[in-house]
């Protein structure tokens, strides 16, 4: 079973935000911001501290203001060289990736989450990769993809973090038949994408991270359109899950989801309160709201 290190991760950013519009309409949801920074910086922060050492970001059209978000801002850099402000250059710097550490696909057509992750296939090759979808911003003190990564350097195989839900939001997500308890993780029997209530085989969600062998990309390939027409990785993991085990690792920190308007507004609202230098004003803020 391949324990090969997870250095690369897969970002699909195609999504086209309809949940979020008008705010999207011509701004990639990603970008909008979660109180100081996009969205999408979050997630690559998790990804980093997981030890990824490359990003391969699924885009879209319209999504071009990702590619120039990872990189340098000349004009900006210069501007704030010129006008002494060191502290803020030093940050923008540090937050940079490596050179050479970003690479751009194009999904051509929203087929589907699992169509998404297939077309990275050529950059990924033959080793174990990570996906994080950047709807969901997970704050823990131990980050959610580090300690799956962690975990995966024991047990290897394919890893995904999962977290309860209500029974009556079950037909929202991914959810997974759980196995037997191994210390921290789960060992999974199945999973299905999207189901009714009545069929679901437990309320434990797929929360948007995964640790995943590179063979995943030959059941995408064969994969047939599944829940709401679209080529779902969930189908694909199943498939996989015939010869390649699986793990969930149940997440415990918080999770933010911002695929939807009000999920914005809690995240903004949580990394607000969080912030050292900000966060008391922030709760004033929103006392002073909430009194009227
Ligand atoms: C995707 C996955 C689903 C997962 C969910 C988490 O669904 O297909 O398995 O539970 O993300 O947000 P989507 O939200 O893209 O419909």
Redesign the pocket.
């Given at each position: 079973m391949s324990k090969k290190p997870v250095r690369k991760a897969v970002l699909p950013v195609a999504g086209l935000g309809t949940r979020v519009l008008p705010a999207t309409k011509v701004m990639p949801k990603e970008m909008l911001p979660v109180f100081d920074r996009p969205a999408i910086h979050y997630v690559v922060d998790e990804a980093r501290a997981a030890g990824i050492e490359h990003f391969v970001f699924v885009t879209g059209r319209n999504k071009a203001s990702i590619e120039d978000y990872f990189d340098t801002a000349y004009e900006l850099e210069m501007t704030l060289e010129a006008k002494g402000k060191t502290k803020l250059l030093e940050e923008l710097r540090a937050d940079l990736p490596a050179p050479g550490a970003c690479s751009f696909v194009r999904q051509q057509a929203p087929l589907g989450?699992g169509h998404a992750v297939w077309c990275a296939r050529d950059i990924i090759g033959d080793e174990p990769f990570a996906v994080l979808?950047p709807?969901?911003i997970m704050r823990a003190e131990t980050p959610c993809l580090a300690a799956m990564a962690q975990a995966h350097k024991v047990t290897g195989g394919n890893i995904i973090a999962v977290e309860e839900v209500p029974m009556e939001e079950v037909s929202s997500?991914?959810i997974i038949e759980p196995g037997q308890r191994k210390g921290d993780l789960i060992e999974m029997r199945g999973m299905v994408?999207k189901p009714a209530v009545a069929d679901a085989p437990s309320n434990l969600?797929?929360?948007?991270r995964y640790i995943l062998q590179p063979e995943i990309f030959d059941a995408l390939e064969e994969q047939k359109p599944g829940a709401g027409g679209e080529i779902?990785?969930?189908d694909a993991m199943l498939k996989l899950m015939e010869t390649s085990p699986f793990h969930a690792l149940p997440f415990t920190g918080e999770t933010f989801d911002t695929?939807s308007k009000t999920g914005y507004l809690r995240a903004a609202a949580a990394f607000g309160l969080g912030d050292p230098e900000h966060g008391a004003e922030v709760r004033r803020i929103l006392e002073a709201l909430l009194k009227g």
């Open positions: 989450l979808l709807d969901m997500y991914g994408e969600m797929i929360s948007g779902q990785l969930t695929g």
